[in-house]
């Protein structure tokens, strides 16, 4: 249960393939490469969105899980018990955050002590 990471290999500048010191001045480094540092400098470190982990189920709730009750009987005694539901359920999909995150892979540090 950790934070999701970039799985997209050379997405960072520092992920790169092999300038060896990361200064994309120098000779060597590919054009590609420099076209990847550009793009990140136009893009921003804050996640405004995130993948919600609730669904909604047929009746319009919205939960995280959904039990029904199920009787069951034994040795001639009713006995409720909790029966979890799998099906028919819809995701509730990309929810906006209320206050911006920082990208787990931003590969700046941020304050140094």
């Known amino acids: 249960m950790g934070g999701s990471g970039s799985k997209t290999k050379g997405y960072w500048p520092f992920a790169g393939s092999g300038s060896g010191d990361g200064d994309p001045t120098k000779e060597g480094v590919d054009e590609q490469s420099l076209a990847k540092l550009r793009s990140f400098r136009n893009g921003t470190p804050f996640v405004f969105t995130r993948w919600s982990s609730l669904y909604f189920d047929e009746d319009g709730d ?52």
């Open 62 to 113: 919205l939960a995280h899980e959904f039990y029904e009750e199920t009787v069951v009987m034994k040795n001639g005694r009713k006995r409720a018990k909790l029966k979890k539901i799998q099906k028919n359920l819809i995701p509730q999909g990309t929810v906006k955050l209320d206050h911006p995150c920082i990208h787990v892979d931003f590969p700046v540090v941020l304050c140094e002590v």
